[in-house]
């Protein structure tokens, strides 16, 4: 018996990497009737007659659904400087979904090439992601990758961002070889499709990077609102310290947060961002 990690899947024939070797393979039919592999799974597999059949998927550490994928280091979300427009609600929304999956959100701001003006509020946004502890890589055409490929290192890193930010962009500046098809927004904007269909893993610096079709809205009827307001990164050195162990950082008295925010620790907008989804979320139930 073999063990590898799924990179792709075409209908039903799943590609296996295994010891620097990629197999095809079917998913036997015990399986089936479960749970299907999935991008990113750890699965056993063998040969049987003439093809490879899975017979074991391990336990998942997490599992995506848009883009459907499993074994989530890291989600890097990519964003545009412009063309399609920055936007902080974008980035804010998708740090949220990730992080309440329990996946840590890395950020790189792509286009940085088409950026002339010094003063561009773009620069301060990126400040204010770095204050609020994360991760945030810049880069653009003929820009160096090499700060992002040691991000990749040794993980599971799955790209997500809006159509046109240039995530597959990205991966092909890091590595040529990889020859991956990208589009002029316009046309990928205008016919409402993703370049990119199918969600597939590459090797960079012996890590796995997943292009993704991208984008995917918040699921705003299976989120828990206490759960949320514990795990939004920003709050997280926070929420220990409110008065109530379930604040949820909206009107409590004594919320470390509110206090955070009054005493620009956390900056304004990203907590507006986050009240709205509270609403949001209450609204739904
Ligand atoms: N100037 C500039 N253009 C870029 C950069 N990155 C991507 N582009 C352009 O932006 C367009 C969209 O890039 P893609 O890499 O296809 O975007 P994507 O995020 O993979 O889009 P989907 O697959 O549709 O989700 C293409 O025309 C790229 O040439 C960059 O850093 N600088
Ligand atoms: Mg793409
Ligand atoms: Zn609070």
Redesign the pocket.
């Known amino acids: 018996m073999k063990q590898g990690t799924i990179i792709r899947i075409i209908s039903n024939q799943y590609q296996i990497y295994s010891d620097g070797i990629t197999y095809d393979a079917k998913a036997m039919g015990k399986l089936r009737k479960g749970v299907s592999p999935v991008v990113g799974d750890i699965v056993d597999f063998e040969k049987m007659d003439d093809i490879y059949g899975i017979q074991k998927i391990h336990e998942r550490k997490n599992q995506l659904v848009r883009p459907l994928i499993a074994n989530v280091d890291q989600a890097i979300i990519?964003m545009?400087a412009k063309?399609p427009d920055f936007s902080t609600v974008l980035i804010d929304r998708l740090i949220f979904l990730i992080s309440y999956e329990g996946i840590t959100p890395v950020l790189v701001i792509?286009?940085?090439?088409?950026i002339e003006d010094e003063s561009d509020p773009v620069y301060g946004y990126i400040e204010d992601y770095k204050k609020g502890g994360y991760e945030v890589y810049v880069?653009?055409?003929e820009f160096d990758t090499k700060d992002i490929e040691a991000a990749f290192k040794g993980k599971i890193s799955v790209l997500t961002?809006?159509?046109?930010?240039?995530?597959?962009?990205?991966l092909n500046r890091i590595d040529n070889r990889l020859e991956i098809k990208?589009?002029?927004?316009s046309k990928?904007l205008g016919r409402g499709k993703?370049?990119?269909r199918h969600t597939q893993l590459f090797e960079i610096n012996d890590g796995w990077v997943a292009?993704t079709?991208?984008f995917s809205s918040l699921d705003l009827e299976n989120m828990d609102v206490h759960i949320f307001a514990h795990t939004v990164p920003d709050f997280v050195p926070y929420v220990g310290k409110c008065k109530f162990n379930d604040c949820i950082h909206i009107n409590e008295p004594q919320c470390a947060v509110l206090e955070a925010v009054e005493d620009k620790e956390i900056v304004k907008y990203r907590y507006d961002h986050y009240k709205e989804v509270v609403k949001m979320i209450q609204n739904k139930r």
């Open positions: 990519v545009s063309d792509t286009k940085m090439d088409m880069n653009g055409k961002g809006q159509s046109g930010a240039g995530k597959s962009s990205l990208t589009q002029a927004i990928a993703h370049t990119t292009d079709p991208g």
